[in-house]
């Protein structure tokens, strides 16, 4: 018999060509202008989703992510955890389940906190799909258009399109190498008060912060848990990276120093298990979580019945702290590897953190040098960051400024992707020493302690050696 042919596509069905795709989706753009929410208006993409098309490409370095590394985890205990689910509870994981999390998971989520002296009650969790949503569902809970949100700067970048989303007036605090400077989170509050306004919340990441990686001192963390008492205004602490500590001293977290009136707290597992199946949580107040409840179940009625029964049996062997310890191991190692490439690579003229935990350090150059700019160059080297100016609410500050990650990639990578960033970043130096005629600019004193407060920068806490 001869082949059967398939049959001709209609004509109604068939890809359009590029151009007129182009032209329908303009046409599109002005025939929906005048239905889209005022609130789209102000939206911002996140600087690492924009990214996350071409960081995938295998050649590329992605400095830019702020992911666990995933291959640390087991293949076989991942077979064998996902294989007792499908043998023992497969039409329970594959079924809806409550909003707020299984009481399992808050359970085990107890657990996860314990370790660093937390004990919330059970009715004051919420399970959610990621500490992400946990932000947004806080957020939208609490703020209406116009209200006054406050954060640090630089503040955690996937922050910042939700506070827009919302329309919040996001006003931002600088820090230093103890964190946000909670003198002027005073002033500020005291400034929003004259005007007879008080701020929905303080928005911070206290511990080995996001982007910066410098932790908030004890003696401001005590301040800030008092001020929050005193103005009757709500902290949201946002913690996904405190078991991750390579040195020091641990420290209290706000909710422990609060005891859960004032202080929201949020967590999550993609920092000590895995990103990909988003688990986060949120505690707070009854009052604020029923409300956060309801946002829960009109967004997506609950968090993945699959998710929380993969993580159910990944805390059920009973070794996800030796898993963490491994982690910790590992990063800080990386992070090691890091520091060294930056004083290897990086002109003399840049500052950088040295934190004690977590995955990034916060990288500054000299102020000539935009690094949204600089990501492209970069970019033609198959190596990414993430820009500093998308730290920051008015997208103006924090320009000469990068966050690099350094967990989720090996010592080789991490080297040979700070090398290429700091070629990219040498052509500059060289081309404005080029126009400028200045081939000898001073390096930063080493004993600055305070950054230009007119830029937003982190303390200067190392540079790079001087040539002997």
Not at 9 to 16: A, C, K, W
Not at 154 to 162: I, N
Not at 280 to 297: I, T
């Amino acid at each position: 018999m001869p082949e059967q042919q398939d049959s001709p596509t209609p004509p109604e069905q068939r890809p359009l060509p590029a151009h007129r795709r182009a032209h329908q989706t303009a046409h599109d753009l002005e025939r929906y202008a005048d239905l889209f929410a005022q609130r789209t208006r102000v939206m911002r993409s996140s600087a690492m989703r924009d990214l996350m098309a071409i960081t995938a490409r295998p050649e590329v370095i992605s400095l830019a992510g702020g992911q666990a590394d995933t291959s640390t985890f087991p293949p076989e205990t991942f077979a064998a955890q996902m294989t007792r689910i499908a043998q023992e509870s497969s039409a329970e994981a594959l079924q809806y389940g409550p909003t707020e999390g299984f009481a399992a998971m808050k359970e085990a989520i107890r657990g996860v906190m314990a370790v660093e002296g937390m004990a919330p009650d059970p009715e004051d969790v919420i399970v959610t799909t990621g500490g992400q949503q946990a932000i947004d569902l806080i957020t939208k809970t609490l703020v209406d258009p116009g209200d006054p949100v406050i954060c640090e700067a630089p503040t955690y970048p996937g922050a910042v399109p939700v506070f827009s989303s919302y329309q919040a007036e996001t006003h931002q605090i600088e820090i230093d190498n103890d964190g946000m400077k909670v003198d002027q989170l005073e002033a500020l509050l005291d400034r929003l008060a004259d005007d007879g306004r008080r701020p929905k919340f303080i928005y911070s990441v206290p511990t080995f912060q996001n982007p910066a990686g410098v932790s908030l001192s004890v003696e401001r963390r005590h301040r800030l848990v008092e001020l929050a008492r005193q103005r009757e205004v709500l902290v949201v602490e946002d913690n996904p990276y405190g078991l991750l500590r390579y040195e020091g001293e641990p420290q209290p977290a706000l909710y422990l120093l609060d005891g859960g009136d004032y202080v929201i707290y949020i967590g999550t597992l993609s920092k000590i298990l895995s990103p990909g199946i988003r688990l986060g949580w949120a505690v707070a107040p009854p009052p604020v979580m029923e409300k956060m409840a309801l946002g829960k179940q009109a967004t997506d009625l609950c968090t993945s019945t699959l998710a929380q029964y993969f993580a159910l049996e990944y805390f059920a062997e009973d070794r996800w702290r030796a898993y963490v310890d491994d982690l910790c191991e590992i990063y800080r190692s990386r992070r090691d590897a890091m520091l060294e490439a930056l004083e290897r690579h990086f002109p003399a003229q840049a500052t950088w953190t040295r934190p004690q935990g977590g995955m990034f350090v916060w990288a500054t150059l000299p102020s000539y040098i935009d690094t949204s700019d600089l990501l492209a160059k970069a970019l033609r080297e198959n190596v990414a960051f993430v820009p500093g100016a998308a730290a920051y609410a008015d997208g103006q500050r924090g320009t000469s400024s990068m966050r690099l990650n350094f967990s989720g990639f090996d010592e080789g990578q991490i080297r040979e992707g700070i090398r290429r960033i700091g070629k990219v970043v040498s052509e500059q130096v060289a081309l404005y020493q080029t126009i400028t005629g200045e081939h000898q600019l001073p390096a930063r004193s080493a004993e600055r302690e305070e950054p230009p407060q007119e830029r937003g920068h982190v303390v200067p806490l190392r540079r790079r050696r001087e040539e002997s």
